[in-house]
């Protein structure tokens, strides 16, 4: 049974999809750091891409995504130029170094350009990077799905798509502004599966206006019957004052902290009842799934995707706003679609921002990495009793328990995993110096 500290969810903490976090960027990290790291690639390093399409049909009042309307075709052609010529620059300064073992497609919603355009960034980049048979997945609109996307996934032989679906409540789609009908969800799934398409990943969201326990519980109900691969369990961040769309929800409508917390811990209990196996805080996955079997086996990663299986130690983003990240360097490119463009045509990379990642910066990322994705944390001898110091307060409310050097989240205290693991942040814990070995 989940415990309920009111006071400790009311403190925000960062998701940590990185460490150091975007908030720590800054722009005297820049373009030849981006280079360098490019140039000490060894020839045999896994290597994930990341393709960013900033674009979507339609908005959603909820989505805190850096995406704008496709609405535009000169405006989409332009970017997509600009996208196939960063690949090319990046591909260049590689020099077929690197082995692509994952590409994915990201957004807003990349099935906002046409399925030919791409099948082209596809073939480019299988073209101008050393990839055999690497395993793709992509987000999809399903409101911009129809039956020549089908086909054309299954030609491209993507391997993986994640569809947003968020609830299956016709007045809280009314409410974020999503309208999507469950028989159309229906159909979407069906013609993949139809593909030989059958890893279909759900993004679900709850705290979400008008939202009840009963809501979720009837959207868990579709959910499971759908028998997705993978579901992610999405907290809606209210956050107007950074994110303008936000102001179409009405506040006064949104569920308080109690109704949150109880809206995720039934989404923990329903899913896991129904033979999802848990992958840290907020994803689920079929037992047969790989990422199910990387937490059998304690290998989960976490990036800016979210909870993976992926362990590659070096990911490239390309378009705008897009993040690369090295063992020891993060950096992202130019936010703005317009300088975006006007950097990768100057035949310029577009990074405009990052951070480097000292050798004590690696230690506490591992910290934090472990206990996210296994709820569990090995530490060093002389990190022990600072770290006991500074979790004491966890301790004796019964979130945390040590098992020799380790630092153990016990299952009442999966909702606060990620306030436990923020005492490792350098700068918003208080866990001041770490030591030993790089993880």
Avoid at 113 to 130: K, Q, S, Y
Avoid at 161 to 179: E, M, N
Avoid at 242 to 251: D, G, K, L, S, T
Wanted: glycine letters at 8%; hydrophobic letters at 40%.
């Amino acid at each position: 049974m989940w415990s309920y500290h009111p006071d400790l969810l009311a403190k925000p903490v960062p998701r940590y999809t990185s460490y150091p976090t975007a908030m720590e960027f800054a722009e005297d990290v820049g373009t030849d750091d981006y280079a360098q790291a490019l140039d000490a690639v060894e020839p045999a390093t896994p290597i994930s891409l990341y393709v960013h399409i900033p674009f979507c049909e339609s908005i959603c009042w909820y989505c805190g995504c850096n995406t704008g309307a496709a609405g535009r075709k000169q405006r989409l052609d332009d970017y997509l130029t600009a996208l196939r010529t960063e690949i090319a620059l990046v591909a260049k300064r590689l020099g077929g170094r690197g082995r692509v073992r994952r590409i994915a497609f990201g957004g807003g919603s990349p099935n906002a350009i046409a399925p030919v355009e791409l099948v082209r960034l596809l073939d480019l980049l299988l073209t101008v990077f050393d990839a055999h048979r690497p395993d793709v997945s992509i987000e999809l609109d399903p409101r911009g799905f129809s039956p020549e996307w089908a086909l054309v996934l299954a030609a491209a032989q993507v391997t993986r798509v994640s569809l947003g679906v968020q609830t299956f409540a016709p007045h809280v789609q009314q409410a974020i502004g999503r309208i999507q009908p469950l028989s159309h969800i229906e159909r979407v799934v069906a013609a993949l599966r139809l593909r030989g398409i059958d890893a279909i990943n759900f993004d679900l969201m709850y705290g979400l206006p008008e939202q009840t326990l009963a809501d979720l519980d009837a959207t868990l109900d579709e959910t499971v019957r759908l028998m997705p691969s993978r579901i992610a369990l999405f907290g809606y961040a209210h956050l107007p004052d950074m994110i303008p769309r936000q102001r179409r929800i009405v506040a006064a409508n949104l569920p308080d902290a109690r109704l949150r917390f109880d809206q995720a811990r039934l989404g923990h209990r329903r899913l896991t009842a129904a033979g999802y196996i848990p992958v840290g805080f907020d994803h689920f996955a079929r037992a047969d799934d790989a990422l199910a079997v990387a937490a059998r086996e304690g290998r989960v990663n976490r990036n800016f995707q979210g909870f993976t299986e992926d362990d590659t130690p070096v990911l490239l983003g390309f378009g705008a706003s897009a993040i690369s990240k090295f063992p020891d360097l993060i950096v992202q490119n130019e936010k703005r679609s317009g300088p975006y463009r006007d950097l990768v045509e100057a035949g310029r990379l577009a990074v405009a921002r990052g951070i480097r990642v000292d050798a004590e910066e690696q230690r506490r990322a591992g910290h934090i990495r472990d206990l996210l994705c296994n709820g569990c944390a090995h530490l060093g001898l002389d990190e022990i009793a600072p770290a006991r110091n500074a979790l004491s307060d966890f301790e004796r409310r019964g979130i945390i328990a040590w098992d020799d050097g380790a630092l153990v989240i016990r299952d009442c205290g999966l909702p606060y995993a990620r306030h436990v693991a923020a005492r490792f942040d350098r700068i918003r814990g208080n866990i001041r110096s770490i030591q030993g070995p790089s993880p």
